[in-house]
């Protein structure tokens, strides 16, 4: 199963309502993570099953979709959201991650 | 609280072989199905292999199966990685990770490098 995600990189100030797509090549169910990785750092889980909010992970973030098309919002952009974010499919092995996405300033 | 500490990264030869452990710690490490992840130099994050809470299942890479090994000790808390005919573009900070119910990726260790090159 490939990911592609979009945009590839975007740039935008603190505040701005982001959103991030990532589509499957064939149907995945509702079996997407999003990730978020700052530079030399490992990943942290912020959205599972498509939908669910991480512990601990702030409201602003949300995820939706489900079958070959979802979405990560970030509902109010902050200094600390400046990261790259992947997707990754679980619904069948290989659990493949998408390209990811760069936010920057 | 959950801790996975990867170790056994380093400098080694094409064609030759390493084994990456991670330890964990801050909980029932049984449990739980683990995953081994690589992000090569400047490059996004790759999935190499997951193993069932009591080893009976491990999913694989393409670009991996037959190389790799992922296993584990669970009298040990420790998974492993054991990586034969390395190639240059192995080259990567690996990660392990354990799942949340689901196999999604909850907690990383903070990654080990390997560099493959003569």
């Known amino acids: 199963i490939q990911l592609t995600q979009s945009p590839s990189f975007l740039s935008a100030s603190v505040g701005d309502r982001v959103t991030i797509t990532c589509r499957a090549s064939q149907g995945i169910t509702s079996s997407l993570a999003w990730y978020q990785q700052k530079p030399g750092k490992a990943p942290k889980l912020l959205i599972y099953a498509a939908s669910n909010l991480q512990s601990g992970v702030p409201s602003r973030f949300s995820g939706s979709g489900y079958g070959t098309e979802f979405t990560l919002t970030i509902s109010s952009l902050q200094p600390e959201d400046f990261a790259t974010y992947y997707c990754q499919q679980l619904n069948n092995s290989p659990f493949t991650f998408g390209p990811g996405t760069r936010v920057d300033i | 609280q959950v801790q996975l500490v990867e170790s056994g990264g380093g400098v080694v030869q094409p064609g030759g072989s390493l084994r990456l452990s991670c330890a964990a710690s801050g909980f029932t490490f049984g449990d739980f199905a683990m995953h081994w992840v690589r992000q090569a130099p400047g490059k996004g994050l790759e999935w190499l292999a997951l193993i069932w809470y009591d080893g009976g299942i491990k999913y694989y890479a393409d670009s991996v199966k037959g190389r790799f090994t992922i296993s584990r000790d669970n009298s040990e808390n420790t998974l492993y990685l054991q990586m034969n005919s390395l190639r240059a573009e192995d080259t990567a900070v690996y990660f392990c990770?354990?799942?949340?119910?689901?196999?999604?990726?909850?907690?990383w260790g903070q990654g080990t490098l390997v560099t493959v090159s003569s």
């Open positions: 990770a354990k799942e949340r119910r689901g196999y999604f990726a909850e907690d």
